[in-house]
């Protein structure tokens, strides 16, 4: 059975950081391209970003309102993927999901095979 679980969420004040972790068993994700996604209350699911295969051309992607301030990486050994947010906002609040899927969030063509359960992110002083 694939499972991906979401970790490292939580309080922090305007301006901190935060390291969030996607973990799965059951699939490698490396053979996936991994999206981050976020949805706040009342608001529709926003795709955050997205990082190709390991066996493609590495590309990412972030949305204008996180670039420059979200980083996605990956750590092939530990079979795991990251979301380092950094400078954080108060709109940044959301529940966060990593998936695992093809395509890309760029090009309006990410496809979901499996989902997290999510991890809370609340920005506040």
């Known amino acids: 059975q694939v499972q991906l679980v979401e970790s490292g969420g939580g309080l922090v004040q305007p301006g901190g950081s935060l390291r969030l972790s996607c973990a799965s068993s059951?699939?490698?994700?490396?053979?996936?391209?991994i999206g981050w996604f976020r949805q706040a209350p009342g608001k529709a699911r926003e795709g955050v970003s997205c990082?190709?295969?390991?066996?493609?051309?590495?590309?990412?992607y972030y949305a204008d309102s996180v670039k420059g301030r979200f980083t996605i990486s990956r750590d092939t050994a530990k079979n795991m993927v990251y979301l380092h947010l950094n400078n954080l906002k108060p709109e940044d609040t959301a529940e966060y999901y990593c998936?695992?899927?093809?395509?890309?969030?760029?090009?309006?063509?990410?496809?979901?095979?499996?989902w997290g359960q999510g991890t809370q992110v609340t920005v506040s002083s």
């Open positions: 998936a695992a899927g093809t395509g890309s969030i760029a090009y309006n063509d990410y496809t979901p095979y499996y």
């Open positions: 990082i190709s295969r390991s066996d493609g051309d590495g590309s990412t």
């Open positions: 059951g699939i490698t994700l490396d053979f996936y391209a």
